[in-house]
């Protein structure tokens, strides 16, 4: 997927463009059209198999579509409903299997829930300034993750250079604080008991900045795996300085080289069971 050029726009110059987010087990791709609006988003979990989500717009330049295609076929159409300026149903089509997403928004205009005809459901309890501190995931009703974050460093987060999406619609639980968290602990229900799979040290934190502040490099250590958790972020059309890093830092590390991940949940649900029903829909 090649990259676009600095756009023509004024209007648009130096406004940064996410094009690549990398991190152990979860490579992802964005891509942008002539209004500089995300029109492509591919996911790569290490299977060889991308997600490829295509986005379209209206005319005051709200999502309005998207399209999700799995080993080059469409298995997926979701229709976005906006009230005013705030995104607050998906109506989703996965492979004839049709639900929603109604979200709730605070009087900030910040998304607080989202609740699916599916069975799913997530909260999400915000700071003063914006960002995200704990998201819950439920299924009917009994909860299945909480996310707890901390943000001990001003920075921009890399996710709200993908222009065009008010937050990551293909995940569950991807919202986009204002800064990049300092650290990240996920506890799922481990058969009705709380268990810690995921624990980013803030302390371990540390940060590249590139253009306008927005982060570069993002260096975790997870106290769970005793390992190194890495993110890398590239963007486009942010001016001559696009990657420049300075860097700001904390103490570092000397972890483990093993790298994992953090939970990821998909809309979609699992590859495996997407794989199953492509070989059902084949055999007829």
């Given at each position: 997927?090649?990259?676009?050029?600095?756009?023509?726009?004024?209007?648009l110059?130096s406004?940064?463009?996410?094009?690549?987010?990398?991190?152990?087990?979860?490579?992802?791709q964005?891509?942008?059209?002539?209004?500089?609006?995300?029109?492509?988003?591919?996911?790569h979990?290490?299977?060889?198999?991308?997600?490829?989500?295509t986005?379209?717009?209206?005319?005051?330049?709200?999502?309005?579509?998207?399209?999700?295609?799995?080993?080059?076929?469409?298995?997926?159409?979701?229709?976005?409903?906006?009230?005013?300026?705030?995104?607050?149903?998906?109506?989703?089509?996965?492979?004839?299997?049709?639900?929603?997403?109604?979200?709730?928004?605070?009087?900030?205009?910040q998304?607080?829930?989202?609740?699916?005809?599916?069975?799913?459901?997530?909260?999400?309890?915000?700071?003063?300034?914006?960002?995200?501190?704990?998201?819950?995931?439920?299924?009917?009703?009994v909860?299945?993750?909480r996310?707890?974050?901390?943000?001990?460093?001003?920075n921009?987060?890399?996710?709200?250079?993908?222009?065009?999406?008010?937050?990551?619609?293909?995940?569950?639980?991807?919202?986009?604080?204002?800064?990049?968290?300092?650290?990240?602990?996920?506890?799922i229900?481990?058969?009705?008991?709380?268990?810690?799979?995921?624990?980013?040290?803030?302390?371990?934190?540390?940060?590249?900045?590139?253009?306008?502040?927005?982060?570069?490099?993002?260096?975790?250590?997870d106290?769970?795996?005793?390992?190194?958790?890495?993110?890398t972020?590239?963007?486009?059309?942010?001016?001559?300085?696009?990657?420049?890093?300075?860097?700001i830092?904390?103490?570092?590390?000397?972890?483990?080289?093993?790298?994992?991940?953090?939970?990821?949940?998909?809309?979609?649900?699992?590859?495996?069971?997407?794989?199953?029903?492509?070989?059902?829909?084949?055999?007829?």
């Open positions: 997927m090649q990259k676009l050029q600095a756009l023509p726009d004024a209007a110059q406004q940064c463009q996410l094009t690549e987010l990398n991190t152990p087990g979860f490579y992802n964005f891509h942008y059209n002539e209004k500089g609006l995300a029109d492509e988003w591919r996911m979990f290490g299977d060889g198999i991308p997600q490829v989500y986005m379209a717009y209206d005319n005051n330049n709200k999502l309005s579509q998207a399209w999700l295609h799995y080993q080059d076929e469409l298995i997926a159409t979701i229709n976005f409903i906006w009230t005013g300026n705030l995104l607050t149903n998906e109506h989703w089509n996965l492979l004839g299997f049709e639900f929603d997403y109604v979200n709730t928004y605070d009087n900030r205009g998304r607080i829930k989202a609740e699916g005809t599916d069975g799913f459901s997530t909260t999400t309890k915000w700071s003063p300034i914006g960002n995200a501190e704990q998201t819950d995931i439920f299924l009917n009703g909860i299945l993750q996310g707890e974050y901390t943000f001990n460093q001003p921009k987060n890399p996710y709200l250079a993908i222009r065009g999406l008010p937050y990551g619609f293909p995940l569950l639980n991807l919202t986009f604080s204002k800064w990049w968290e300092t650290s990240e602990k996920v506890t229900n481990d058969g009705g008991s709380p268990l810690v799979v995921f624990d980013l040290d803030h302390s371990q934190t540390d940060f590249q900045f590139g253009f306008q502040n927005y982060i570069t490099e993002a260096n975790h250590f106290v769970v795996s005793n390992s190194n958790i890495d993110y972020f590239e963007y486009q059309n942010c001016g001559a300085a696009n990657n420049d890093p300075a860097r830092s904390g103490s570092q590390s000397q972890a483990s080289p093993r790298k994992v991940g953090r939970p990821v949940i998909l809309k979609m649900g699992s590859s495996e069971l997407v794989n199953k029903q492509l070989q059902q829909r084949h055999k007829k």
